[in-house]
T-cell receptor, first 115, second 116 residues
């Protein structure tokens, strides 16, 4: 079955550590996205990529980095510069352009906690 | 840029009663509209969408939504709520073809609580 896989489901980070969240899709989607979700704040866009080897900052990119070396993969690194990284992170993908009307497919999320 | 408003933080409804979750939007041109549902510690799941055609759209789990262009609304409805419908619901909009920045804009979400 086609889908989008995020790993790990739960992740614990010590202060000052970088951590990388994995996102893999086998839907042959061109575009991929990373969102951060905090209680009561909805979804906030971190980064997105419309094509391999290219990506753009979203609304809250500071303290995060991404790469898009393969169409199937869009890993997110939460760096030590991100001062409040505890949150639920969601990856999504879509056919490009989204105006094709298919919406987004979401992964099941990674919950990151700073310990 | 496109935007979505979901005016209520939480919707409480008794089991068996009709459920309505409100959504209004702002977008250039004709909108593409979506509803997603999220259960705790899970990703968003697609419920239904409006692209064109009939203003009443039917989706998964007995949900439907009505597109109202004059009121720029796309309210989600279910005739008889179940306890299992308790979840977080997101409305999203993107502009149709030929408009730039065609990414989805999400509302902040509405928590639905169905009371047994």
């Amino acid at each position: 079955d086609g889908g989008i896989t995020q790993s790990p489901k739960y992740l614990f980070r010590k202060e000052g550590q970088n951590v990388t969240l994995s996102c893999e899709q086998n839907l042959n989607h061109d575009a991929m996205y990373w969102y951060r979700q905090d209680p009561g704040q909805g979804l906030r866009l971190i980064y997105y990529s419309q094509i391999v080897n290219d990506f753009q900052k979203g609304d809250i990119a500071e303290g995060y980095s991404v790469s898009r070396e393969k169409k199937e993969s869009f890993p997110l690194t939460v760096t030590s510069a991100q001062k409040n990284p505890t949150a639920f992170y969601l990856c999504a993908s879509s056919i490009e352009p989204p105006s094709a009307g298919y919406g987004y497919t979401f992964g099941s999320g990674t919950r990151l906690t700073v310990v | 840029a496109q935007s979505v408003a979901q005016p209520e933080d939480q919707v409480n409804v008794a089991e068996g009663n009709p459920l309505t979750v409100k959504c209004t939007y702002s977008v250039s041109g004709n909108p593409y509209l979506f509803w997603y549902v999220q259960y705790p510690n899970r990703g968003l799941q697609f419920l239904l969408k409006y692209i064109t055609g009939d203003n009443l759209v039917k989706g998964s789990y007995g949900f439907e939504a009505e597109f109202n262009k004059s009121q720029t609304s796309f309210h989600l409805k279910k005739p008889s709520a179940l306890v299992s419908d308790s979840a977080l619901y997101f409305c999203a909009v993107s502009p149709g073809p030929f408009y730039g920045n065609n990414r989805l804009a999400f509302g902040k979400g509405n928590q639905v609580v169905v009371i047994p």
